[in-house]
């Protein structure tokens, strides 16, 4: 890996620290930019370094750094929305794929659309078992759904098809983060 590419891999670990400061609290799981921001660093970086900005991203947190929508440290990890974080990092390597194989724009588009389903299910996951057994707070999947899920699911849908869109956009002008 060059110096080049760790460089791009701290900048867009950054930015999705960025994208996690700017949100609106809305319920237990609050509306950030994290996840256009993981998705932008797969589809720009591709699917290794991608994943690797959102692994950065997870660890400055859990080592301290404030940089999670509510905060940071270890103690996160109990946090029924640390699934989420989890998430970014197959979520990032999905969007990359969709630019790694030169897909079509369906294609990519089909890819950050998955990328997305990633960050959903180890959300979910997570916070069901995080509700049920840490917190103490029994929920079904069907409430965790409505709780977790379902408010947020037409927002990211329309932001990572818009995601998926920029990041189109940039690589037909000649932004190639990945090969560069």
Same mark, same amino acid.
Not at 22 to 40: D, K
Not at 130 to 149: D, F, Q, R, Y
């Given at each position: 890996?060059?110096?080049?590419?760790? $460089?791009?891999?701290?900048?867009?670990?950054?930015? /999705?620290? $960025?994208?996690?400061? /700017?949100?609106?609290?809305?319920?237990?799981?609050?509306?950030?930019?994290?996840?256009?921001?993981?998705?932008?660093?797969?589809?720009?970086?591709?699917?290794?370094?991608?994943?690797?900005?959102?692994?950065?991203?997870?660890?400055?947190?859990?080592?301290?750094?404030?940089?999670?929508?509510?905060?940071?440290?270890?103690? =996160?990890?109990?946090?029924? =929305?640390?699934?989420?974080? $989890?998430?970014?990092?197959?979520?990032?390597?999905?969007?990359?794929?969709?630019?790694?194989?030169?897909?079509?724009?369906?294609?990519?588009?089909?890819? =950050?659309?998955?990328?997305?389903?990633?960050?959903?299910?180890?959300?979910?996951?997570?916070?069901?078992? @995080?509700?049920?057994?840490?917190?103490?707070?029994?929920?079904?999947? /069907?409430?965790?759904?409505?709780?977790?899920?379902?408010?947020? /699911?037409?927002?990211?849908? @329309? $932001?990572?098809?818009?995601?998926?869109?920029?990041?189109? =956009?940039?690589?037909?002008?000649?932004?190639?983060?990945?090969?560069?």
């Amino acid at each position: 890996m060059s110096t080049k590419h760790l $460089v791009y891999v701290a900048l867009f670990a950054a930015l /999705i620290a $960025v994208g996690a400061q /700017i949100r609106l609290p809305i319920g237990p799981v609050p509306v950030t930019f994290q996840v256009p921001m993981a998705l932008l660093a797969g589809l720009l970086l591709g699917p290794k370094l991608g994943a690797l900005s959102a692994t950065v991203y997870m660890l400055m947190g859990l080592v301290g750094l404030p940089v999670f929508a509510g905060g940071g440290g270890i103690a =996160t990890v109990v946090s029924p =929305t640390f699934g989420f974080i $989890v998430g970014l990092i197959p979520a990032a390597f999905c969007a990359g794929l969709g630019t790694a194989y030169r897909t079509p724009l369906a294609g990519t588009v089909s890819f =950050t659309l998955l990328a997305l389903f990633f960050v959903f299910l180890f959300g979910f996951l997570y916070f069901i078992f @995080i509700m049920n057994t840490v917190i103490g707070t029994p929920m079904s999947a /069907i409430e965790a759904l409505k709780v977790a899920v379902l408010p947020f /699911i037409v927002k990211d849908v @329309i $932001v990572a098809v818009l995601t998926s869109l920029f990041a189109r =956009t940039l690589h037909a002008r000649g932004l190639d983060l990945a090969s560069s």
